[in-house]
């Protein structure tokens, strides 16, 4: 290790932000596979969901395969729940910021499965503009293609932990954009495709157990844009991702709500997935000795996860009978678990809903006017 490196790396090590990750996080997760622990062994009702394969009806004779969507896909969990659908019978459309590493992943899939279906879309969830033109891009292409009109499986997947505070086009905090906003905004132009398919379809979000470290929030434009984070001194950046992943899970409480009251067939159902703690490359901007560390001391404790097994909790979202809504698996084995107890409050869950909605529709407009 180089001088530079290490002082930078005792730099990191004074930052309160990273005695937040390491002390609160691994408590979070401790707490959360206790609860289940809880819940497995000495619950009344432990639900426990098992594992559906997709069905295609007679009447959707044109989807050969169900159609996935997966975010974030170029590597770590997104590739590795990417090759299990795939391995399955999903036709595959990956979603991702690197055309390099999306073409990689591509080849990679079909060098191991021969019959494998997979497209790739470059897009970058912090930006409104490219959401909306993967959107159109991925409309064309599936007539381009004679495949229906519409998806089958949603996975919003892709998330960020950054160390700094950096600014989108869109004058939004680059982390929040990624993790929350982009998610929300891919969702809502995505929902009508999901509510044309024959089949029932699903949204998966995947979210984080660092949710349970967020005491307390209070929801405004400049919460979720992230702006209000420029005006201080040093960026909570864990605070942040919290917010990020509490937002998310919210989303898909309120989601399955509204979906709930439109959708009498629930036709259409929204799930979140936690995986736990994997070992992916999500920690890249922290110092390299302090991330092998952290992984060290996880490992040790029982709690770090190759991709390849931390997937099995999305797996069990993706694959959850189609009436279960609303849900939150973690732990894999088809075990859900109740999130935080602020996850479930419904005022803030209809104040995020609306300045969320206020956002897309503001973004809708700046797109229409300048086409």
């Known amino acids: 290790m180089g001088i530079k490196e290490l002082k930078g790396a005792l730099m990191f090590v004074c930052n309160g932000e990273f005695w937040r990750m390491g002390v609160i996080w691994t408590i979070s997760l401790i707490r959360s596979y206790f609860n289940l622990f809880l819940q497995t062994h000495f619950a009344r009702k432990s639900k426990l969901y098992d594992r559906s394969p997709p069905s295609v009806s007679s009447a959707s004779a044109s989807i050969r395969k169900p159609l996935c969507i997966i975010t974030g896909a170029t590597s770590g969990l997104g590739a590795a729940v990417s090759y ?87 004058q939004c905090d680059k982390m ?94 929204v799930i979140a997935a936690d995986p736990g703690v994997v070992k992916t490359n999500i920690m890249r901007e922290i110092p390299s000795c302090l991330s092998c560390l952290a992984y060290y001391v996880l490992k040790l404790l029982g709690l770090l996860q190759s991709p390849e097994v931390g997937i099995d909790s999305i797996l069990d979202a993706v694959h959850a009978p189609p009436e279960t809504s609303g849900v939150y698996f973690f732990g894999g084995n088809g075990r859900t678990l109740r999130s935080s107890r602020l996850s479930y409050n419904s005022k803030l869950t209809k104040d995020l809903w609306d300045a969320s909605s206020q956002i897309f529709l503001e973004r809708q407009l700046a797109s229409q006017d300048t086409t």
């Open 84 to 170: 299990a659908l795939a391995k399955e019978g999903y036709y595959i459309v990956l979603a991702g910021r690197s055309l390099d590493s999306l073409s990689k992943i591509v080849s990679e899939i079909q060098e191991q499965i021969d019959d494998a279906f997979v497209k790739a879309f470059q897009v970058d969830l912090s930006s409104y503009k490219s959401i909306l033109s993967f959107k159109l891009s991925l409309q064309q292409w599936l007539l381009d293609s004679d495949l229906h009109c519409s998806i089958q499986l949603l996975i919003n997947n892709a998330g960020i932990l950054a160390t700094s505070y950096r600014i989108t086009a869109e």
């Open 176 to 269: 929040m954009s990624t993790n929350y906003i982009g998610p929300f905004c891919l969702t809502k132009l995505l929902l009508p495709l999901l509510e044309q398919s024959h089949i029932p379809s699903r949204v998966v979000n995947v979210t984080s157990f660092t949710h349970r470290s967020v005491s307390s929030m209070e929801v405004t434009g400049e919460t979720i844009s992230g702006q209000c984070f420029s005006k201080l001194s040093s960026y909570p950046f864990a605070h942040v991702y919290e917010y990020s992943k509490l937002c998310l899970l919210l989303f898909t409480y309120e989601l399955h709500r509204q979906v709930g009251l439109v959708e009498k067939s629930h036709s259409v159902s």
